[in-house]
């Protein structure tokens, strides 16, 4: 069992920078996937970022790509968003999800954070 938190939400300007973090739980931290998925008003929820347990691998979507960076440090049971280069299209609440698996073609997601609240203004 891995339960996630996040931390380091906030308002940012246009162009501007913020850090999220999210300290996890549990003793599987290491050996899970974990991820970041923003979710806008009354759009779906989608991943931004994904890292391997090891942090070897990582995935980035196509919005953020060259802008935010996902890392984690096991040994602190923490994984983080840098997002730099801020865009009022990232305005979102901002979950961490832990122990992603891909199964019939699709990732599924562990469990869930209660989300972190990142607003960009211009």
Same mark, same amino acid.
């Given at each position: ?7 380091? *939400?906030?308002? !940012? ?10 300290? +996890? ?8 996937? #974990? ?6 008003? *009354? %759009?779906?929820?989608?991943?931004? !970022? ?8 990582? $995935?980035? +979507?196509?919005?953020? %790509? ?8 096991? +040994? ?6 840098? #997002?730099?280069?801020? %865009? ?8 961490? !999800? +832990?122990?992603?698996? $891909? ?7 562990? $469990? ?11």
């Amino acid at each position: 069992h891995v339960q996630p938190v996040e931390s380091g *939400g906030g308002v !940012a300007q246009v162009g501007g920078s913020l850090r999220l973090s999210c300290a +996890a739980s549990g003793r599987t931290f290491s050996s899970v996937t #974990m991820g970041w998925f923003p979710q806008a008003p *009354g %759009k779906e929820r989608e991943c931004v !970022a994904r890292i391997s347990w090891s942090g070897g691998s990582t $995935y980035y +979507a196509d919005s953020v %790509k060259g802008r935010f960076t996902i890392s984690r440090d096991n +040994a602190k049971n923490t994984v983080y968003l840098q #997002m730099n280069s801020l %865009k009022p299209e990232d305005t979102a609440v901002y979950y961490c !999800a +832990a122990d992603l698996t $891909y199964r019939f073609y699709q990732w599924r997601v562990g $469990y869930w954070g209660q989300g972190t609240q990142v607003t960009v203004s211009s």
